[in-house]
């Protein structure tokens, strides 16, 4: 037993070290950051929340939340005095889990977000046409012509005004179904679509 207990401490001791020093490779990278932002460019210096510890510190535990680094944030947090809110917290943990899914290219929860908070979002228009563009495509590979059909004739209508051209060249994609990689259409495919859709959730959640 006290083996047991003195190989557990010395994981604990372990895991504390190792968090330790990935804060503070954290710290000197914003740190290193600031500077770069700050060099030759004097009139920064003048605004000092610019400068202030606490100000850098609530960006440095906000981007590890950001990253999901959940406890790394939160123990960073504590021993720098950040002021983090559960709500805080919730809405890095979604945020962290809709990027997670767009990643592993799984678009409905990102869809669901950006529909329930479209009336908060700079643009919502946008990126819900990129999330249901993804949804689209999505279908025509794995259900078919006649779902992504019934998917465009539900959803697209909204964006005549807006995304015309774009709807329009994914009606000519129906054509190539059996073969959209090899097609005309085949950027469709591309991570392109995701990594633009990423990058727009990510400005919107900002």
């Not at 190989?7 to 504390?16: E, R």
């Not at 994914?170 to 005309?184: C, D, E, F, I």
């Amino acid at each position: 037993a006290l083996v047991a207990l003195e190989k557990k401490s010395a994981d604990v001791a372990a895991s504390i070290a190792t968090q330790q020093k990935e804060l503070n490779t954290t710290t000197t990278k914003f740190g290193k950051q600031i500077d770069k932002s700050l060099s030759g460019d004097l009139s920064k210096i003048a605004k000092k929340d610019v400068l202030e510890r606490p100000v850098l510190n609530k960006v440095i535990a906000q981007h590890l939340f950001a990253q999901g680094r959940f406890d790394l944030a939160q123990l960073f947090a504590s021993e720098a005095g950040v002021e983090i809110s559960q709500t805080e917290e919730e809405a890095f943990v979604v945020m962290f889990q809709i990027l997670d899914a767009l990643k592993a290219k799984n678009v409905l929860p990102a869809l669901e977000w950006t529909i329930d908070n479209k009336d908060k979002l700079a643009n919502a228009c946008t990126l819900l046409f990129q999330l249901h563009r993804l949804n689209f495509i999505q279908l025509l590979q794995t259900k078919g012509v006649s779902d992504a059909l019934a998917y465009a004739r539900k959803h697209f209508m909204e964006f005549a005004d807006t995304h015309m051209r774009e709807v329009q060249h994914l009606m000519g994609s129906l054509v190539y179904a059996s073969r959209l990689a090899t097609s005309p259409y085949a950027s469709l495919v591309s991570t392109y679509f995701w990594d633009e859709a990423i990058a727009s959730v990510s400005r919107e959640a900002a």
